[in-house]
Nanobody
Framework: QVRLVESGGGLVQPGGSLRLSCTASGRMLSINDMGWYRQAPGKERELVAAITRSGTTNYADSVKGRFTISRDNAANTVHLQMNTLESEDTAVYYC??????????????WGQGTLVTVSS
């Protein structure tokens, strides 16, 4: 049984910074792609950033230049450094990971979500 747990959300003023973390725990062989999604009130869940096991990254246009995704494979952890935060960044942020639990396939898992509120 594998689970993802996020941390680091909170209240930040516009222009401030926040760092989110997500750790996978349980029995697994490896983790392929990892990423962060977010969902604002009344909006659909959207991809914020993703990173492959080798370190290739992909960002939503709205966060390019402000957010940085990284991972620590030994710790089964992915981070999202968020700088120059705007009110539009307010959302629940969800961790996502493709976890290899058997030799023949991977499971797509989601964390419980962590709330980020950007307000003065």
């Amino acid at each position: 049984q594998v689970r993802l747990v996020e941390s680091g959300g909170g209240l930040v003023q516009p222009g401030g910074s926040l760092r989110l973390s997500c750790t996978a725990s349980g029995r697994m062989l490896s983790i392929n792609d990892m990423g962060w999604y977010r969902q604002a009130p009344g909006k659909e869940r959207e991809l914020v950033a993703a990173i492959t096991r080798s370190g290739t990254t992909n960002y939503a246009d709205s966060v390019k230049g402000r957010f940085t995704i990284s991972r620590d494979n030994a710790a089964n952890t992915v981070h999202l450094q968020m700088n120059t935060l705007e009110s539009e960044d307010t959302a629940v942020y969800y961790c996502n990971a493709a976890v290899v639990v058997t030799l023949w396939g991977a499971r797509e898992l989601w964390g419980q979500g962590t709330l980020v509120t950007v307000s003065s």
